[in-house]
């Protein structure tokens, strides 16, 4: 029991679909050829790769197909990064005498880092302020979008809390006034239904291990016709959009996680629903002063922040690490601080709530018997937390 591991931190990374290993073997093997060769040994690689590229089409309901029936609205990148950053430098490329990049206070930090860099560069940033359940201000964004605009970057679903935005009306407000939008579905993509075309988007990114691909592999979609600026300029790979030789193995794995994400994107979204309200349920009737953050209505299906008063996540992180449960805290740890995340912070959540998060986020590979194990063990840690807090009067 001690030594078994009970993954609820999916929305860092998740595990490899063994489907997934399967498909990618023969390209660590037999199939070793650069795609870009005239050889027939290569080419049988592009062929592939362009089947891949298919798959992530299909999953992101991108429609177009070029005469030999490949779909150009895809371009693979190395990661959800390397997507936010180069759909955000087109987007500025394409429309050069604008000056202004409208983002959102709860970005992922590929987004919010790169706009960082931009405003050092003399471009102009706006983050449009959430509320406390992490809704994005529409007013504030009609407000912020102006003729100046270039682009509009909001995510689709938030990786710290699950909320989902309504990105059909925020593409609305950035094409009113000219300007592109970019949505970071990296947490959406195969958790719920994601439409480029319907969606509006003219750019939008995800990520091979937030959806049971390796890490180091992402795609983009860039909406037909747009003009596209390459972020990474090499060869003529990818069209010309994405210079370096292709990590062929991760692509075709990329592809396989897209096609299982697509069969099984009801069921699945079902699953983890009940799962993680289940759970929530649970910890509500059995913890007193919890709270669960984000847009209740209108969330990732396998994200859970909850908010526990007078502790700090990273304890009871600590403390279930014991039993092999792995969550992860709502804190800004990657600068070595305890600050409570921009997330939270930017929905006004309390300092001694926003302190003691912890976010369980689940896949397809979770069963309610380890989260009933997790909703077990969790009330005694959390009084014994309390008991030692010098902020808990109970
Ligand atoms: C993980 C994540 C990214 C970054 O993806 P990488 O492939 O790790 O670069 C971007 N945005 C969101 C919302 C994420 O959760």
Redesign the pocket.
Known sequence: MEHRVIYLDN???TRVAPEVVEAMLPYFGELYGNPSSIHRFGGQVAAHIEAARRQVAELLGAEYRDRDGNATEIIFTS????G?NAAIHAALRALPERRKIVTTAV??P??LHYCEELAARDFIVEKVPVDGRGRLDMEKLAAAVDDNTAVVSA?W???ETGTIFPVKEIAAVAHARGAYFHT?A??AAGKVPVNAAECGADFL?I????LHAP??V?ALYIRRGIPFAPLICGGHQERMRRGGTENVASIIGLGKACELARSGLEAENRQLRALRDGFEAKLLATIPRIRVNGDLENRLPGTSSVSFECIEGESILMLLDVFGICASSGSACTTGSLEPSHVLRAMGIPYSAAHGTVRFSLSRYNTEEELDFVAEKLPPIIARLREISPYWKA
């Open positions: 929305n860092a990374t990661c959800g990064t390397e936010d970005e992922h590929a987004v995510m679903g938030n990786n970071d990296v947490q990114s990520s091979g291990h937030k890490k180091g992402g």
